[in-house]
């Protein structure tokens, strides 16, 4: 199964026929390669499942930390809409099933010229049990109608991405969330900045399901940011329990966007004159 499974997944990335752009040199090179270069996973760790929502893990050690990579189908059909609509839109909702994710708060959607893509910019808190890491992040997302496969990556957000009066209310927003978090007792309290977040969700046709997705991030704690940051947060260990629950999380969303849609009646159909 686990060999069978790897070549699916590298015709497909090779199949997508979608590039990425983003304004982070490192993230639009890494993540165009796992796009079609079947190779890039060929020094990775590779474990596979077949009682999991997600089916394979993968982890490749980098210069600059680790890529993990998560796949699956959740066991159940999931129409693609429900699925892309439920990474990009029902996010904020990955709070109420991951324990990880503390704060998910919507700043602002529209166009991005430059990337030539929609985007969705939300700021992140998350709880990494020794210490709280935040960042502002773009989500963009495009869909290639002919594969009927959508890809919805992301980057860190900075004040270059906006007008300064855009920016300035996005800093009044993220520090009011930053203030008002409830925290643990200290030590283990402290509220670091995420130097780098980079990664992409990849929706396509699944083989035994509707659809399958494919989840690829990377964070790093740079330079700063305090030993236990740095270390912390590049345990394999910590890296592949963070990436399967944001997995689980995001399907049981999806779930619950699978039955909002089915209860909501279809709008009545014209009388013919």
């Known amino acids: 199964m686990g060999l069978l499974l790897l070549v699916a997944l590298d015709a497909v990335a090779a199949a997508t026929g979608l590039n990425v752009h983003t304004r982070n040199a ?10 079609s270069d079947e190779s890039y996973w060929s020094d990775a760790w590779k474990q596979t499942y077949d009682d999991e929502l997600y089916d394979e ?35 904020l909702e990955l709070p109420k099933y991951m324990s990880g994710a503390k704060v998910i708060l919507p700043l602002a959607t529209g166009y991005d010229p430059t990337i030539g893509a929609e985007y969705r910019d939300c ?8 210490f709280y890491g935040y960042f502002p992040q773009r ?15 992301f980057e860190k957000l900075g004040p270059a991405f906006v ?28 509220l670091i900045e995420v130097t ?23 964070i790093l704690f740079g330079q700063g940011t305090g030993f236990i940051a ?5 345990m394999p260990m ?4 963070g990436i399967k629950a944001g997995f689980d999380a995001s399907v049981e969303i999806a779930k619950q966007e699978r039955a909002r849609r089915a209860a909501t009646p279809a709008p009545a159909t014209p009388a013919s004159q």
């Open 26 to 35: 490192e993230a639009q090179e890494v993540l165009n390669k796992i796009l």
């Open 57 to 91: 893990l993968r982890l490749k050690s980098t210069a600059t930390g680790y890529v993990p990579m998560i796949t699956g189908e959740g066991n159940e059909d999931f129409p693609h809409e429900v699925v892309t609509n439920t990474i990009f839109f029902r996010n």
């Open 123 to 130: 700021f992140y808190i998350l709880d990494l049990t020794v």
């Open 139 to 153: 989500m963009y997302r495009r869909h290639d109608p002919v594969t009927n496969r959508t890809v919805l990556w």
């Open 163 to 190: 007008d300064a009066a855009t920016w300035s209310a996005y800093q009044v927003k993220m520090t009011i969330a930053l203030e008002t978090l409830e925290r643990r007792w200290a030590p283990f309290n402290a």
């Open 196 to 218: 780098e977040v980079y990664g992409m969700f990849i929706v396509e046709p699944g083989r035994v399901h509707e659809s399958r997705v494919s989840f690829v991030s990377k």
């Open 230 to 234: 740095k270390w912390g947060s590049q």
């Open 238 to 241: 910590v890296i592949k329990s």
